[in-house]
Nanobody
């Protein structure tokens, strides 16, 4: 069983920076996708950024140029560096890992969420 533990959220002023971390315990294999989602009050959860095990990345348009996703495969950890934060980035941020297995089927894991609040 995989467990995800997030850290790094908090309160920051507009223009500030935060770095989120998510460490996965248990085996996530060599083929996986690590991602960050967020959910603001009254809104649907949205993908912020993801990074496949091969290294390619994907970002939602609203964070391009400001956020950077990275991973340390040796530590099974994914990071989200958030710069130039805006009030509209305020949300609960969730770590997500999809373990890919063509034999056993993909498995989807979620962290507990960490609050990011950007004050104006």
């Amino acid at each position: 069983q995989v467990q995800l533990v997030e850290s790094g959220g908090g309160l920051v002023q507009t223009g500030g920076s935060l770095r989120l971390s998510c460490a996965a315990s248990g085996s996530i294999g060599s083929a996986n996708i690590m991602a960050w989602y967020r959910q603001a009050p009254g809104k649907q959860r949205e993908l912020v950024a993801n990074m496949v095990s091969g290294g390619s990345t994907n970002y939602v348009d609203s964070v391009k140029g400001r956020f950077t996703i990275s991973r340390d495969n040796a530590k099974n950890t994914v990071y989200l560096q958030m710069n130039s934060l805006k009030p509209e980035d305020t949300a609960v941020y969730y770590c997500n890992v999809v373990v890919i297995s063509y034999v056993r089927g993909n498995k989807n894991y979620w962290g507990q969420g960490t609050q990011v609040t950007v004050s104006s």
